[in-house]
């Protein structure tokens, strides 16, 4: 199992103001390697067990079924049917350890990749591809061309690794998860820290779909940390270009597992505007 302290992997040269209100843990340790053992098969087992477990759960949320309908309108509003499939990688970004000895973190990131791979399904579903690779997010065969599913945090276990492997998504060591977001991909990144966000992930870059921490907080934070010099035209260039819808803040398994997190898109007019 691996430890409950997160690693930001960072360049970033803003100062700090204040403590954001907004993070979901109020006092994170840094920083500290995950031990890295090989796992039993029966860990690797009954880890893979509890999140099949969850993803059944997941589907019967009233949370889930107003993700799905969020996600399935901001698509309507994307594709044409002439169009071929826009998104070629989902890329999942500060998940935490699936499998930390601290429950509630583990709890978090648990249903936090649950999401992850419930909204890759929606998007399959609605291009109506299957995970390139040949693997469906469920682990089983699928069709050859797809969406391919990537996953980052230097906080991941060897147990994790393994884990999300038989989910279908290859694990990125280390940095270089952002080489995959490009204008043709989805990029989840659930309270990355924004400095990693806005400094190494999305300068240059523009997701097609993306859910995080939205626009509006982005500026919070760059204003608060005297960034504006640094990341203010990044943000407001970012917000600008899209539309944003919130989560639901009410997760029936834990309330505020998905609170302050946004669906963000792409949107069609300002592109030919
Ligand atoms: C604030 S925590 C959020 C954890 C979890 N999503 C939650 O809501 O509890 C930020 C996470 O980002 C991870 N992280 C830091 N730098 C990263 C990077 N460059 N790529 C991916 N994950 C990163 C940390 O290890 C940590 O797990």
């Not at 993803?55 to 949370?63: G, L, P, Y």
């Not at 399935?72 to 350890?97: F, N, Q």
């Not at 973190?105 to 992850?116: E, I």
């Not at 109506?128 to 276990?157: I, N, T, W």
């Amino acid at each position: 199992m691996g430890d409950d302290t997160w690693i930001t992997i960072t360049n970033r040269k803003c100062s700090r103001k204040k403590t954001p209100s907004h993070q979901p843990h109020p006092s994170p340790n840094f920083p500290q390697s995950p031990r890295r053992t090989t796992p039993s098969e029966a860990d690797i087992s009954t880890l893979e067990s509890t999140i099949r477990t969850h993803r059944a759960r997941f589907k019967s949320t009233t949370f889930s079924q107003d993700l799905t309908t969020i996600l399935e309108r901001a698509l309507r509003h994307r594709t044409s049917p002439e169009t071929e499939p826009e998104i070629d990688h989902a890329v999942c970004l500060a998940l935490g350890s699936l499998s930390t000895e601290n429950l509630e973190l583990a709890r978090r990131s648990r249903w936090q990749f649950v999401a992850f791979l419930e909204m890759c399904d929606i998007l399959c579903r609605s291009y109506e591809v299957g995970m390139a690779g040949g693997r469906s997010s469920e682990g089983e065969a699928g069709g050859g061309m797809g969406m391919k599913m990537v996953a980052q945090d230097p906080l991941f276990s060897e147990l994790d690794q393994r884990v999300l492997g038989r989910f279908g998504v290859e694990v990125v060591e280390g940095s270089g998860a952002e080489g995959f977001v490009t204008e043709r991909s989805f990029l989840y990144a659930p309270f990355l820290e924004q400095g990693v966000l806005l400094g190494e992930i999305l300068k240059g870059r523009d997701p097609l779909l993306y859910v995080g921490v939205a626009p509006g907080a982005m500026e919070w934070w760059v204003e608060n940390r005297d960034c504006t010099g640094e990341y203010g035209d990044l943000v407001e260039e970012f917000g600008k270009r899209r539309a944003v819808t919130e989560l639901p803040g009410d997760f029936e398994f834990g309330g505020t597992i998905f609170e302050g997190l946004s669906v963000c898109w792409r949107s069609i007019e300002d592109e030919e505007g």
